[in-house]
């Protein structure tokens, strides 16, 4: 039985996520989590909801029991607790400074949730982690964003999972529900790189390249336990 673990469904590349994962044939069974449901339904699909920065005391079991009717999650659980299953987690969490409030509040979701999500689908047996990261992840950038997301980067590597595969998107495209002016300005002035498919690694790339190449990868043999994906590997991935 293969399981899908997956965070951050409310955003850009997480709404494509799981768009693929639930139309595609691999998982049996796809376990969002969230601070909130979606309105979607889907015979594949279980929404867990509650506070993420305490999801490592999740009682996981008896959230997916309490949207069981008829027991007919009992195989599922029994899979994870008995580590039958194969779990792959994808996480695409992610705000803005602007969005969050502050640098503070930034951090506690873009590094603490994330790491979270991860910790706790390392305890619920996940071999393979798939995370949304950007592409000037450094620790050592001078800009915060993207310090950060080089510090998550590295603090995911210490969790030793089978495989870690690190994304790292250029300017996303797509039907973002809030409107960033710097984003559609870069937008504008890069849109021609992708209609010409010039500089493929800089060129904006589209939610949904982002998130079928990491279903495809997730599905992938690999032999190195870590791995970064530039945009223009996944552009390479998609065509």
Wanted: hydrophobic residues 40%; charged residues 25%.
């Amino acid at each position: 039985m293969k399981i899908a673990l997956i965070s951050g469904t409310s955003g850009l590349v997480g709404m494509q996520l799981l768009h693929q994962l639930l139309n595609r044939g691999e998982y049996l069974w796809i376990i969002s989590v969230g601070r909130r449901k979606l309105a979607i339904k889907h015979g594949k699909l279980i929404q867990i909801e509650g506070d993420l920065a305490k999801i490592i005391d999740w009682d996981w079991e008896e959230k997916i029991k309490e949207q069981s009717l008829g027991g007919e999650y009992h195989e599922l659980i029994s899979a994870i607790s008995g580590k039958t299953a194969e779990i792959h987690a994808f996480s695409s969490l992610g705000t803005t400074i602007k969005v969050a409030g502050s640098k503070e509040k930034f951090y506690a979701i873009d590094h603490d949730l994330v790491l979270g999500f991860a910790k706790w689908a390392k305890g619920l047996g996940a071999e393979k982690f798939l995370f949304v990261s950007a592409m000037g992840a450094d620790t050592g950038s001078s800009i915060f964003y993207n310090e950060v997301k080089g510090k998550t980067e590295e603090d995911l590597k210490t969790l030793k999972f089978g495989y870690l595969g690190l994304f790292r998107p250029s300017l996303l495209l797509g039907n973002r529900h809030e409107f960033r002016f710097g984003e559609q300005v870069a937008t504008i002035l890069m849109k021609p790189l992708v209609w010409l498919k010039l500089a493929k690694n800089i060129r904006p790339i589209y939610d949904y390249q982002v998130a079928k190449a990491m279903v495809l990868t997730a599905n992938q043999s690999k032999s190195e336990p870590m791995e970064i994906i530039t945009s223009g590997q996944m552009q390479d991935l998609t065509q």
